[in-house]
């Protein structure tokens, strides 16, 4: 490919000095939210080397769809710089969006053959770039929650478009950027990704797991020690990377591939020949090295999630009211409580809530309760004494709790901050959850769930949960059979696999 004396070695260097220019450049710019870092060159040459070894043939045609600055080009030119008679690079082809970067790399290393172009590689077709038969790649990391709705359907569609699977919502951008390049892919290409460890034991991973285990032939999968990279995204900070190899082949139930943890690409601590009928891609991979691998840890939804029937109010004939008849009676505020609307009555995800704190719905009622005697509730609320004194026999027995002398002393249920109802023909999951924000009960028909003590942990008391990411990753439960929806009761929402909860609380990112 090279026609003249390029300066490899002296490029790199002038690549590096650039590469932290503009790393400053990005540090200072307030507005630029993602910092993902660079890759040190010898690991981007250990894995451009081992990519090498399942080349096939001798021409190369090569992809990065995230060049940068160009690492993985000028590690790839190292490498064939010492292997004049085995390496002929044909063409090479690198795409990138941000255009100081894209610039960069033009200027560097278009003299020795790199198309760079300047574009989201999301939005190419097939027929936008040759097909490769190498791709050395560190896509971009940035988490599910900080791409917006429009670059999610662009980035799924574009996955689902090239492998046939579409990426769940809750995956990493990562995860699109593998997938997507599938269409770019000659048969037998080799691929090797630098990616977060999440994709083999992550919920949002499956679809990765699910390409790896039916479209393509994996090589080599080697997770590093922690902290080998120092990459951030977003003040999130990635500890666990791994590297990813894989020929475009489509793999045989007979086949294995090499699976090593720790140390180096070339000096792992751990080795171990991985049968491709050991993998499950709807299960973590986290522990195939082990011989213990079937006994991870599972997670249910009442280990976070205390799981009932919404309330069903004593004497609710007598002591639920229309809330314009409470005030008409003159009842005091603090002695009505607001009760939500029935669930065939809310068809947003979102329960508001007014000033009062009241659920924002038409013919609103509220439970009357109050745990005063008859004396306190002649001089404060003597409205609601009267009331209260009109209650028959029957009433009163029927509204009387056990526990206490006071008839009209509910004990009344607080709100919760989820709400569960059947799946409509709309929702993905088997059921659906709507985000309640106001103070009002739940009633019949509604199936209530309220974090447990353990969900607050200190950096996650119930005022900083997000509730939108908690929604989201409840829409995306799986179920152990797709085919059949579980029945509408707390006992089988309660027995739900919540690994997508346990990954919203950080849960499996410990490493074992």
């Not at 028909?445 to 950096?459: H, N, V, Y």
Request: hydrophobic letters at 40%.
């Amino acid at each position: 490919m090279l026609g003249f004396d390029f300066d490899v070695t002296g490029t790199e260097t002038v690549r590096q000095t650039g590469q932290v220019f503009l790393e400053k450049l990005r540090s200072d710019d307030q507005q630029h939210s993602s910092q993902q870092g660079a890759t040190p060159f010898d690991l981007a040459s250990d894995i451009a080397g081992l990519a090498l070894k399942y080349h096939p043939g001798r021409e190369v045609s090569f992809l990065e769809p995230c060049i940068g600055s160009g690492i993985f080009f000028s590690a790839l030119l190292h490498d064939a710089a010492e292997k004049t008679d085995e390496l002929a690079i044909r063409r090479a082809h690198g795409v990138e969006q941000d255009e100081h970067l894209a610039a960069l790399a033009h200027d560097l290393w278009a003299p020795a053959g790199l198309t760079v172009s300047d574009v989201d590689f999301m939005r190419l077709t097939a027929d936008h770039l040759p097909k490769a038969t190498l791709v050395l790649s560190r896509p971009p990391a940035t988490q599910h929650h900080r791409l917006s709705s429009d670059e999610k359907i662009l980035s799924a569609d574009a996955a689902e478009t090239a492998s046939g699977i579409r990426p769940t919502g809750l995956a990493d951008l990562y995860n699109h950027f593998v997938l997507a390049t599938h269409k770019f892919l000659a048969p037998g290409a080799v691929s090797a990704w630098l990616l977060p460890s999440a994709f083999l034991h992550r919920h949002a991973g499956h679809a990765l797991r699910w390409y790896l285990t039916n479209r393509v032939r994996i090589q080599r999968i080697h997770s590093f020690d922690r902290g080998i990279l120092d990459a951030t995204e977003h003040e999130d900070e990635i500890l666990d990377w791994s590297v990813l190899i894989f020929t475009n082949e489509r793999p045989q139930s007979s086949n294995t591939f090499e699976m090593s943890d720790g140390g180096e690409l070339f000096n792992a601590t751990v080795t171990k020949e991985v049968p491709y009928s050991r993998l499950n891609p709807a299960s973590s991979w986290q522990d195939v090295l082990r011989d213990d691998g079937n006994q991870q840890v599972s997670y249910r939804m009442d280990d976070f999630f205390e799981i009932r029937h919404g309330w069903d109010v004593p004497g609710k004939k007598y002591l639920v009211l229309n809330e314009d008849k409470a005030w008409a009676l003159g009842i005091q505020p603090y002695h009505m409580h607001p009760m939500l609307p029935p669930p065939t009555d809310v068809t947003e995800k979102v329960i508001e809530a007014d000033d009062w704190e009241y659920p924002v719905a038409e013919n609103r009622r509220v439970i009357i309760a109050s745990r005063y005697d008859s004396s306190y509730l002649e001089d404060k609320d003597p409205a609601l004494l009267q009331y209260l004194n009109t209650a028959d026999a029957e009433t009163i027995a029927a509204a009387k709790q056990s526990e206490n002398n006071l008839w009209y002393n509910l004990h009344v249920r607080g709100a919760t901050p989820i709400l569960v109802q059947p799946a409509t023909e709309q929702d993905t999951g088997p059921y659906r959850f709507i985000i309640n924000t106001s103070q009002g009960v739940a009633g019949p028909g509604w199936i209530t769930m309220s974090p447990k003590l353990a969900f607050a942990k200190p950096q996650l008391i119930l005022d900083g949960i997000d509730w939108d990411a908690v929604q989201f990753a409840l829409d995306n439960i799986r179920l152990p059979d797709a085919t059949q929806n579980p029945p509408f009761t707390p006992e089988a929402l309660a027995s739900l696999d919540a690994t997508v909860i346990a990954e919203y609380l950080g849960l499996t990112d410990q490493r074992a």
